[in-house]
């Protein structure tokens, strides 16, 4: 099958004007005839699911979580961009543009990102008119931040909490759907499959998480908004019950699986404090507007320091490193995430971390404190300061708080088309799920951006188009490939209920994230990445003959979800890992050591590199095939990034 | 899990199969617990050793583990997210227990929340109020420039105050008759001090109200429990407001409010 990413011609700024005005339309009277499966509530979900039942079609959503409002985009802190240019600083629709294309280290389709950037200022006006209490004026107008990888102020934020402010918007407006009858919505319901049938996408199968219940469900199409594949790394910010199931079961099904090997390795977390932890959390990137990092100028003062002998506030002016400042003058701590967080890495490499592990730098206010107050640094960060103290028990008010990076956000997913449609005519994939819009690198507050473009302004275009296609007609749900389908889950969970060996299925995730971490995290090379390849074929051998899974498929089980998920991410882990040896260059959060620029930075190669990669799965313990989707830059120069 | 800490604990925690089963208090023994651990990471180090032992772990709902999905509940020691102020269970440590303390773990008890499994029980009653009004009726697309709405910072700050709800459902469950007027009023202050707001603000307050009493929570007795015991500290002003605007509608607001759907 071959890759037509269905870019629509012409000059970039009226690709998405035109290309809407060619879309096919489905007639008013028409499109309540039609079903639309909609997998996940968070931001990509819930718009959508909302957005299309607005239009008049059926919609079906489902959720894992006790209510739609938990989805993990809730968690998101620091903000939204857009390209309002409310603050008269030079900033643009091309600009926002221009920075994404360039923070995402050139490898993200630039008709996609120019119709991202397009869309971001629609989607503040919809926020507000929900009811959305983003940051004011005193003039009572809207309030903007800074964020990393730019150099304008068109953050939109509501505190420390963007992420739940959008979504409870999101979830009104799908309330709303749902009080009218055009949503019926499932939740404690996860789908552990997708129904294939004569090519097209047309169904999925669940398991309802309270009864044990595997049910078939049918539509027109099929929307994928399921989030990313973080917690690949056991180890990540995202949820808990954040997984890669629902994508990966799509790509058993023949859905192209695009640049999984991108992951985002976020700068400012709390670091780890032990071996029982069970997830990590961010500190928001829009710290680093008032936040200095810094660690010891010597690996001795840190050795000293971590042993106890000297107190932080003993360390003078002129022994700490502000190394982002020093090394990227004019951008100083807002430099994209992949360069702070390697940064960060080369500290503790070289010994000069913080704290008891020596995996840590400084995240320092005393400056901010000292020029604006404590009260107004509390009225900006109140919440997420609150939030370090109840972890570390140490106060950031009064010493730096200690930061590692950490696994965040995944810019890899399931391959998809400018409509959206992944290869499977009739499922779509929207929001994180998806690979397309963020390149190798995610530039801060982007990602509430491309999920609410993608389910409020994308997906009710391109949707129409292919509905108006395959016409009304009800969905057979007695083609034999739904009870297959459902026989197929069936087998599954009977085999992995079966597993009575002596490990848990949290044992071997921690295990798996090891080796992700290890091998596929922060700096992969060859070696690393062909020795990983081996411990996650050996995990995954093991995992099916000694892995203990409690209770039974016929009610509440925990132990049996969390099995089902750790077994996709071993597959997942295997992929990446594949994917990551393919690529020989470094580009934004992939760094390659074989690849490096002589002052360390990330070295690309475009001219052998320049292209998605779309894995096909091929079989049980079969090579996935690559197939190439090459790049094409008609109005950006590929550059080096600098941010110096 | 290893868990090499210096805290041992014992647990008593309800077990119960389903909503209709009867359910009882097991002990069990969290053992070499370090006081850096989250409380439900010592929960987790518990179910670890169960399921080597091939029992079934205690089942509780839990997500984010930071403080916002609302996903955490736990009634611990009588008290809901446990015994410190304005934190949700995820985010409560074990340094804030005794090394030998003995710690009772409940689920949410109200009529209205029924237990599904052990400590999970089912808020969907949430859910239903929010459906029942709990927004502004516009569509996607053809809506102002944002900043066409101009706001005066105080009330949009406090319109967030209200917002920061996480659905939790430590109200409900700290409140001696059940009520889930410290949840609905959050809402309907949100919305209605905003203008945006304005022009559904009585019909919202009828349906999310009459929805609520139809979901079998009970009446306010103005004890205050729920404010002192919300992890995102939502005040009783809400409540206020929300009676306020509720006996507005009632009395002098017919015309403007129609038919209002009751839920069901």
């Given at each position: 099958?071959s890759l037509?990413?269905k870019i ?7 690709k ?5 005005f060619?879309?096919?339309l489905?007639?008013?009277a028409n499109?309540r005839?039609?079903n639309?499966?909609?997998?996940g ?11 299309l039942a607005e239009?008049?079609y059926?919609v ?8 739609p409002?938990?989805a993990h985009s809730?968690a998101a802190?620091?903000?939204i961009?857009?390209?309002?240019n ?6 643009s ?6 920075d994404t294309i360039k923070?995402g280290?050139y490898r993200?389709r630039e ?6 950037a397009?869309v971001s200022?629609?989607?503040i006006?919809?926020?507000v008119?929900?009811?959305?209490p983003?940051a004011r ?5 809207l309030d903007n ?5 730019a150099q304008?102020s068109?953050?939109?934020?509501a505190r ?7 979504l409870?918007g999101?979830?009104s407006?799908l309330?709303r759907?749902?009080?009218?009858g055009k949503v019926?919505?499932y ?11 004569d ?9 309802n998480?309270?009864t044990?219940a ?5 539509a027109?199409a099929v929307?994928l908004?399921t989030?990313?594949y973080?917690?690949v790394?056991?180890?990540s910010?995202?949820?808990?019950g ?9 790509h058993k099904r023949?859905?192209y699986f ?9 700068p400012?977390c709390i670091?780890?404090?032990g071996d029982?932890?069970?997830k990590l ?7 680093r507007?008032?936040?200095r990092?810094w ?7 840190a050795q000293?320091?971590r042993?106890g002998?000297?107190?932080i ?9 502000y ?5 990227y ?13 390697r ?9 000069k971390g913080v704290g008891s592990s020596g995996?840590?730098v400084?995240l ?9 107050g ?6 900006k960060?109140?919440n997420l300061?609150?939030?370090y103290l ?7 008010y009064?010493q730096?708080?200690?930061i590692?990076p950490a696994v965040?956000y995944?810019?890899g997913g399931?391959w998809v ?6 290869n ?6 929207l929001?994180e799920?998806n ?5 190798a ?7 509430l951006?491309?999920?609410l473009a993608?389910?409020?302004f ?6 129409g188009?292919?509905l108006?296609?395959i016409?009304p007609?009800?969905?057979?749900a007695?083609?034999p490939?739904f009870?297959?389908?459902k026989?197929?889950v069936e087998?599954r969970?009977?085999?992995l ?5 002596n490990?848990?299925?949290?044992e ?8 992700m971490?290890e091998?596929?995290?922060m700096?992969r ?9 081996g411990?996650?074929?050996a995990l995954k051998?093991d995992?099916?003959?000694n892995?203990?899974?409690?209770g039974e498929n ?5 132990s049996l979800e969390?099995?089902?998920r750790v ?11 594949e994917d ?7 580009c934004?959060?992939h760094f390659?050591?074989?690849s ?8 690309r ?5 320049a292209y ?7 079989g049980?313990n ?11 830059y008609?109005n950006?120069?590929l550059t080096?990034?600098?941010?110096k | 899990?290893?868990a090499n800490g210096?805290?041992?604990?014992t647990?008593k925690?309800w ?8 359910g ?7 053992e070499?617990?370090?006081p850096d651990?989250s409380?439900?990471?010592m929960l987790?180090?518990?179910?670890e050793s169960?399921?080597?032992a091939k029992?079934?772990?205690i089942?509780?709902d839990?997500d984010c ?7 955490c509940s736990l009634?611990?020691n009588?008290r809901?997210?446990?015994p410190?102020?304005a934190?949700t269970t ?6 804030s227990f ?6 009772t773990?409940e689920?949410w008890r109200a009529?209205a929340f029924p237990v599904?499994?052990d400590?999970?029980?089912?808020r969907?009653?949430?859910?239903r109020i929010?459906?029942?009004?709990g927004?502004?009726s516009?569509n996607?697309?053809?809506v102002p420039?944002?900043n066409e709405i ?5 009330i949009?700050?406090?319109a967030?105050?209200?917002a920061?709800?996480i659905?939790c ?12 007027m410290?949840f ?11 203008p945006?707001g304005q022009?559904?603000?009585y ?5 999310m109200v009459s929805?609520m009493d139809?979901?079998?929570f009970?009446?306010?007795?103005n004890?205050?429990?729920?404010e ?5 500290e939502?005040?009783l002003?809400n409540?206020a407001?929300m009676n306020f605007d509720?006996f507005s509608a009632k ?6 409010i129609?038919e209002?759907?009751?839920?069901g």
């Open positions: 099958m037509d990413s629509p011609q012409g000059p970039l700024a009226e998405w004007s035109k290309h809407k060619n879309l096919k489905v007639n008013p499109k005839k039609y639309v499966i909609v997998v509530t968070g931001l990509a979900g819930a718009s959508a699911a909302a957005s239009l008049g059926n079906t959503a489902f959720c894992f979580q006790d209510s409002r938990r809730i802190q620091g903000g961009n857009a390209a309002k409310y603050r008269n600083d030079g900033d629709i091309y600009r926002l543009f221009y923070g280290d993200a008709a996609n990102v120019y119709r991202l397009e200022v629609n989607i006006d919809q926020c008119a929900q009811g959305v983003f004026e005193y003039g009572g107008l931040r800074s964020f990393g990888g304008v068109r953050t939109f934020y420390g909490q963007t992420g739940q402010q959008l409870l999101a979830y407006a309330n759907q749902i009080h009218e019926k919505m939740t404690r319901t996860e789908m552990l499959d997708v129904v294939v049938a090519g097209q996408a047309k169904g999925i199968v669940t398991r998480l309270k044990g595997i049910e078939t469900h049918s027109h929307l908004c989030g990313g973080s917690n790394f056991y180890l910010t995202n949820a808990i954040s997984n890669v199931t629902a994508a990966w079961r799509a023949g859905a695009a640049n999984p090997c991108y992951t985002q390795i976020h400012t670091p780890v404090s029982h932890q069970s959390t961010l500190m928001s990137e829009s710290l507007n008032d936040g990092v660690a010891p100028k010597t690996a001795e003062t000293r320091l042993k002998e000297i107190k506030d003993q360390i003078k002016e002129e022994d700490r490193d190394f982002l400042e020093r090394k003058p004019s951008f100083g701590n807002l430099v994209p995430r992949d360069v702070a967080s940064n960060a890495k080369e500290m503790a490499d070289e010994g995996l840590a400084y320092d206010f005393a400056d901010a404190i000292k020029r604006l404590e009260d107004t640094v509390r009225a960060y109140g300061f609150d939030m109840q972890i570390t028990d140490e106060n950031p009064k730096p708080m200690r590692y965040h995944t810019m399931l088309d400018y409509n959206l449609s992944t499977i005519p009739g499922l779509y994939c929001g799920a690979f397309s819009d963020h390149g690198n995610r530039l801060g507050a982007s990602a951006m491309q999920g993608d389910g409020y994308v997906i009710p275009y391109t949707l188009d292919y108006a296609t016409g007609k009800a969905i057979d007695t083609h490939a009870a297959q389908t026989k197929d087998e969970i009977a085999k209920l079966s597993l009575k060996g490990k848990t299925v949290i071997y995730h921690r295990e798996l994230g090891h080796i971490w091998y596929c995290g700096a090379s060859e070696e690393g990445l062909i020795k990983a390849r411990l996650i074929q051998d995992f099916w003959v892995a203990i899974v409690v016929e009610e509440i089980n925990a969390r099995a089902g077994a996709d991410f071993i597959e997942l882990g295997a992929l990446m890992v990551a040896l393919a690529r020989r260059e470094s934004g959060g390659r050591v074989e490096q620029t002589e002052e360390g930075e990330a070295l190669h475009d001219d052998e590199f998605v990669a779309a894995w096909q799965y091929t049980e079969q090579p996935e095939v690559l197939h190439k989707e090459d790049l094409v008609e950006v120069k080096q990034r600098s941010y | 899990m290893s210096n805290m041992n604990l647990l925690v077990r119960q199969k389903n909503s209709q089963t009867a009882k208090f097991e002990t069990y023994k969290a070499n617990i370090s651990m409380f439900l990471e987790d180090v518990v179910n169960l399921i080597h029992q079934e772990p089942n509780f839990h583990r930071e403080g916002i999905c609302g996903m009634y611990i009588g809901p997210h446990g410190k102020r934190i995820c985010q409560l440590h074990m340094r005794k090394d030998g303390e003995t710690i773990i689920p009529a599904i499994k400590l999970a029980v089912d969907s009653a949430f859910d929010q459906q029942a009004g927004y502004i516009v996607t697309g053809g420039d944002a101009p706001i005066p910072k105080v949009a700050d406090e967030f105050n209200s920061t709800c659905g459902g430590a109200c409900v469950a700290a409140c001696k008759n059940g009520s889930a410290l609905t009023s959050a809402k309907i202050s949100q919305l209605g001090m905003l945006q022009p559904e603000r019909r919202r307050v009828q349906s929805q139809a979901e079998g009970g009446s306010c007795t004890t205050g429990a729920c002192a015991e919300c992890p995102k939502i005040t002003t409540i407001r509720f009395l002098f607001r017919e015309e403007e129609g209002v759907n009751h839920g």
